[in-house]
C-alpha cells in the first residue's frame, strides 16, 4: 500500500462471496463491516490492526494483530463423512509486517501466529501490490504466496485419528504449506467521502491441502462488494 495521508478513517459495509475448498460445503454470502484507518502510528488494513515502531520514506515496520477468517463448521457440509469431524475455528494473530514502498508499488512481508490456541500455528506471507489511479477510478492488482506451518494446516486440513473411527475418512497429517494467490481491487469515489468498492482474491491450494479428505477443490476464492465512507 502506498503511504497514506495521516488521519484517514473509512468504513463502509458489504457482502462478501467465499468459495470453500472443503469438499460440499455451503457457499456462503455474509453481510461484513469494514473500515480502514492511517494515522503516523496506527492502522487498520484489511483483517489487521497495526502499530508502526520505525519508518522512512520507503520502508514501515510494525507489530500487528490480524483475525484469521479460516473456519470449518461440521453441519454446513453435505458431505456425510465431514459432518462426522471436529469444528476448525477463527482466530486471532499476532506478529510483525514489513512493507517496502516504491514508486512501482509496494512490496509486504509478514510473519504471525495463533493467540489464541487454536491450531498454535504460524502463517507466513509475502507479496506485492501497487495502486493504480485514473481520476475517481482506483485499481489494486496484488499478486505473493502464503506460508502456513504444518500446525495450522494440519487444524484447518487434518483428520485424527479419533476423527478417522468416527468419520471413516484416512488419517491425514498434512505438513507445511505455500499457496500463491492473485488478487484485484476497483475502488471509484462518486464523491470525496462516498466510495464504491469491489475486491477478488483467488489462492492456487498446495498439494499438502488438496490432497486432504476434507478437500475437493484446489484452490480458494472469495469476492466482495460495498461502500464506504471517508471522515
Do not use: C
Not at 4 to 26: D, T, V
Amino acid at each position: 500500500m502506498n503511504n497514506a495521508r495521516a488521519n484517514i478513517l473509512s468504513i463502509g459495509a458489504g457482502s462478501l462471496y467465499h468459495l470453500s475448498p472443503y469438499a460440499e460445503y455451503k457457499d456462503d454470502v455474509i453481510a461484513i463491516p469494514f473500515a480502514h484507518y492511517e494515522s503516523d502510528k496506527i492502522y487498520v488494513r484489511e483483517t489487521s490492526i497495526g502499530y508502526i515502531f520505525a519508518k522512512d520514506e520507503s520502508n514501515e515496520i510494525s507489530a500487528i494483530v490480524s483475525y484469521l477468517p479460516y473456519e470449518f463448521k461440521p453441519e454446513d457440509s453435505d458431505n456425510k463423512a465431514l459432518k462426522n469431524l471436529d469444528k476448525r475455528d477463527t482466530t486471532a494473530l499476532a506478529g510483525l509486517a514489513f512493507y517496502h514502498h516504491e514508486k512501482w508499488g509496494t512490496l509486504k512481508a509478514s510473519f504471525s501466529g495463533d493467540i489464541l490456541d487454536k491450531s498454535n500455528g504460524f502463517i507466513g506471507e509475502l507479496s506485492y501490490l501497487r495502486v493504480i489511479t485514473m481520476g475517481a477510478l482506483s485499481i489494486i492488482p496484488s499478486a505473493g504466496v502464503t506460508w502456513y506451518d504444518d500446525k495450522l494446516t494440519q487444524y484447518y486440513f487434518g483428520v485424527s485419528d479419533k476423527e478417522t473411527h468416527r468419520s471413516g475418512l484416512s488419517r491425514y497429517q498434512p505438513g507445511d504449506s505455500w499457496n500463491p494467490f492473485v488478487g484485484l481491487s476497483v475502488s471509484y469515489k462518486i464523491t470525496p467521502q462516498l466510495t464504491l468498492l469491489t475486491s477478488g482474491r483467488y489462492t492456487q491450494l498446495d498439494n499438502q491441502i488438496a490432497n486432504s479428505p476434507m478437500a475437493d477443490k484446489d484452490h480458494d476464492a472469495s469476492l466482495m462488494g460495498g461502500v464506504s465512507w471517508t471522515f
